[in-house]
């Protein structure tokens, strides 16, 4: 399994940005994925996961900001991220496992593209 994460970068407050997965070797359609992420000094956090039939979960943080999708005919997880703010600058990565497992055990993860917001 290979997950490979792009679309990070540095915006201002209130900026956008639009991750994206793509996930190889991995029964895509069987299978969960989300997002988390890491700031400095702080603990993973489990951002936006989305389940086999299509549900979509987001932490409080975020909801209302961001938005996860997918692609199915190409693989690839999206996590468009509107009125971003200091506070969602950390490392992002993408996940995924069989649903059965709890997201936050979830053995598979990419390596990360990293999100800086400036005030």
């Known amino acids: 399994v290979q997950l490979v994460e792009s679309g990070g970068g540095s915006v201002q407050t209130g900026g956008s940005l639009r991750l994206a997965c793509i996930a190889s070797?991995?029964?895509?359609?069987?299978?969960?994925m989300g997002w988390f992420r890491q700031g400095p000094g702080q603990e993973r956090e489990a951002v936006a996961h989305?389940?086999?039939?299509?549900?979509?979960f987001y932490a409080d943080s975020v909801k209302g900001r961001f938005t996860l999708s997918k692609d199915h005919a190409n693989n690839i997880l999206y996590l468009q991220m509107d009125s971003l703010k200091p506070e969602d600058t950390a490392m992002y990565y993408c996940?995924?496992?069989?649903?059965?497992?709890?997201?936050?055990?979830?053995?598979?993860r990419g390596q990360g593209t990293q999100v800086t917001v400036s005030s």
């Open positions: 070797g991995l029964a895509y359609t069987r299978n969960c």
């Open positions: 996940a995924a496992d069989s649903c059965l497992i709890a997201h936050d055990r979830w053995r598979f």
């Open positions: 989305i389940t086999r039939d299509g549900s979509t």
